[in-house]
């Protein structure tokens, strides 16, 4: 999907696809407890935009998120 997304976004959508709710979030302690140093990974934020990509129109097959799930869980 070229549009990018939150991961609060993702989680929606995603739940939303799969009928299921999003209401459970983990608190970063406990994220650091278990994971350690990676918890920082998981939750850092990129905006990673596919310029090149559309300055060379390529074409998405799904240009956005919920389409793009929707076609991995079947």
């Known amino acids: 999907s070229p549009q990018p997304v939150t991961n609060k976004e993702f989680t929606k ?3 939303k ?3 299921r709710p999003a209401f459970f979030r983990v608190p970063m302690f406990a994220l650091k407890l278990f994971l ?3 918890a920082d990974s998981i939750t850092a ?3 990673a ?3 090149r990509l559309i300055q060379n129109d390529f074409k998405f ?3 956005e998120i919920k389409g793009a799930l ?3 869980v079947k």
Do not use: C, T
């Open 36 to 38: 350690g140093e990676l």
């Open 45 to 47: 934020s990129i905006k």
């Open 61 to 63: 097959l799904y240009p």
């Open 70 to 72: 929707e076609s991995l």
């Open 49 to 51: 935009h596919p310029r």
């Open 13 to 15: 959508a995603l739940a």
């Open 17 to 19: 696809v799969l009928k």
